[in-house]
């Protein structure tokens, strides 16, 4: 499947999941849509893409694209908007939010940097407070994550924001459960999908959270700036994105689907990735691909711990397409070791983040179908061999 990339062939690339990366496909899909609007961009831009007034008789393009894009999330097109990326929608939901003087919102020590800032950032200008709930590190049960959930919010929690794959640790959570106790509390949920659509299979609908955001340039193979998000109902009324333009108080495909003039090919393009992922699986489709990458992942988080002599313990059902594996104890603990492994790897042609942040550095492997059992054990040659000098 290599050939389906543009990746450089010498460079074994193990970071599916940070930025993503497109298929050749997919982007002259992306191209002949970019063609088609310059062929008569006026009507394209201001009439066919989106409905912000309800005065369409066609359904707009944008509709058509959140249309399959919802099937294959399992929600209602109504309810699911397009947005660039995830720090775009968690905006959007936290800064329209009607939070009181006093609330608290809670995050994750988990959770993704640009997330928690918004957070944090309005968290201060509400007046509120921020909460981290420390989660545990990977090898904990998922009882142990929900427990830990439950342990951690506040009496004047209003909001959580929890990663449904965490960030760095690659964990599944339960999510459903997650959002069940929480509401139990009073609390409401921002689900952070990033890494879900493409990666595992989802539902979202059946999970019970408030908000989900997610990534479909990173593992359903859209253009970059693809992303969802998924409101409950009832809070719709008051959200809005962090930019106002034209569908004001229209609901929020009109709010959301024109924010001023900008490129929407990578939004328009999700339909045909998402058929892309159906085709390259063959007979069994999408769920084809989920089961590759889960094998080759859940194959490299043994065999690298075997390797390297750590300990790989997380449970496989907490494991979609990528897997965080403890490196050898002597290539150090701290940030700059780990950017040193990061680079040393780099010049070894190897792509794969290192994280530091506990007792040990840990790196995360994503599997793609355009790698392979060589690729892993490529990187476990090499750090192995690192960790010998
Ligand atoms: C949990 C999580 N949230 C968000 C992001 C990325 O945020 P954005 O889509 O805004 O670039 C990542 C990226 O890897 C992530 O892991």
């Known amino acids: 499947m290599r050939s389906e990339w543009l990746l450089e062939p010498d460079v074994t690339y193990l970071n599916h999941g940070t930025v993503g990366v497109t298929p050749r496909r997919v982007l002259a899909h992306q191209r002949a849509i970019t063609d088609e609007i310059e062929r008569q961009p006026a009507r394209f831009m201001l009439r066919e893409l989106a409905d912000t007034h309800g005065t369409a008789t066609t359904l707009p393009r944008l509709r058509v694209a959140a249309a399959a894009v919802a099937d294959f999330v399992g929600v209602a097109a109504e309810d699911l908007v397009f947005v660039g990326n995830i720090t775009t929608g968690a905006n959007a939901v936290l800064r329209s939010f009607p939070f009181n003087a006093g609330d608290e919102i809670a995050v994750t020590n988990?959770?993704?940097?640009?997330?928690?800032?918004?957070?944090?950032?309005?968290?201060?200008?509400?007046?509120?407070?921020?909460?981290?709930?420390?989660?545990?590190?990977?090898?904990?049960?998922?009882?142990?994550?929900?427990?830990?959930?439950?342990?951690?919010?506040?009496?004047?929690?209003?909001?959580?924001?929890?990663?449904?794959?965490?960030?760095?640790?690659?964990?599944?959570?339960?999510?459903?459960?997650?959002?069940?106790?929480?509401?139990?509390?009073?609390?409401?949920?921002?689900?952070?999908?990033?890494?879900?659509?493409?990666?595992?299979?989802?539902?979202?609908?059946?999970?019970?959270?408030?908000?989900?955001?997610?990534?479909?340039?990173?593992?359903?193979?859209?253009?970059?700036?693809?992303?969802?998000?998924?409101?409950?109902?009832?809070?719709?009324?008051?959200?809005?994105?962090?930019?106002?333009?034209?569908?004001?108080?229209?609901?929020?495909?009109?709010?959301?689907?024109?924010?001023?003039?900008?490129?929407?090919?990578?939004?328009?393009?999700?339909?045909?990735?998402?058929?892309?992922?159906?085709?390259?699986?063959?007979?069994?489709?999408?769920?084809?691909?989920?089961?590759?990458?889960?094998?080759?992942?859940?194959?490299?988080?043994?065999?690298?711990?075997?390797?390297?002599?750590?300990?790989?313990?997380?449970?496989e059902a907490m494991i979609g397409s990528m897997v965080n594996v403890r490196v050898p104890a002597r290539l150090g603990s701290t940030a700059d070791d780990a950017d040193r492994l990061r680079a040393e790897l780099g010049d070894a042609g190897i792509e794969v983040p290192v994280f530091a942040g506990t007792d040990q550095l840990t790196l995360r492997v994503c599997a793609q179908i355009y790698c392979d059992r060589a690729d892993i054990e490529h990187l476990g040659d090499a750090v192995a061999k690192l960790a010998a000098n």
């Not at 909001?159 to 959002?179: C, R, S, Y």
């Not at 090919?265 to 892309?276: D, G, Q, V, Y």
């Not at 711990?305 to 997380?314: H, I, L, Q």
């Open 110 to 315: 988990l959770g993704y940097g640009g997330v928690t800032n918004t957070a944090a950032y309005v968290a201060r200008t509400i007046g509120g407070t921020l909460r981290t709930i420390e989660l545990p590190q990977p090898g904990a049960s998922a009882d142990q994550f929900i427990h830990a959930i439950a342990a951690g919010l506040g009496a004047h929690t209003r909001l959580l924001i929890v990663d449904h794959i965490t960030a760095a640790t690659a964990m599944v959570l339960p999510l459903a459960q997650i959002a069940a106790l929480c509401h139990n509390r009073g609390v409401l949920v921002f689900a952070d999908g990033a890494h879900v659509p493409g990666n595992i299979p989802v539902d979202i609908d059946s999970l019970g959270v408030d908000w989900y955001a997610a990534n479909l340039h990173k593992w359903a193979w859209a253009p970059r700036s693809c992303g969802l998000l998924w409101s409950a109902k009832q809070h719709q009324g008051y959200l809005h994105p962090t930019v106002i333009s034209w569908g004001l108080d229209n609901g929020i495909a009109a709010e959301f689907d024109l924010l001023g003039t900008r490129d929407p090919t990578a939004s328009l393009t999700a339909p045909f990735s998402i058929e892309l992922l159906n085709e390259f699986g063959g007979d069994d489709g999408v769920t084809a691909i989920y089961r590759y990458n889960h094998e080759l992942a859940w194959w490299a988080g043994q065999h690298l711990a075997e390797c390297w002599g750590t300990r790989f313990a997380t449970p």
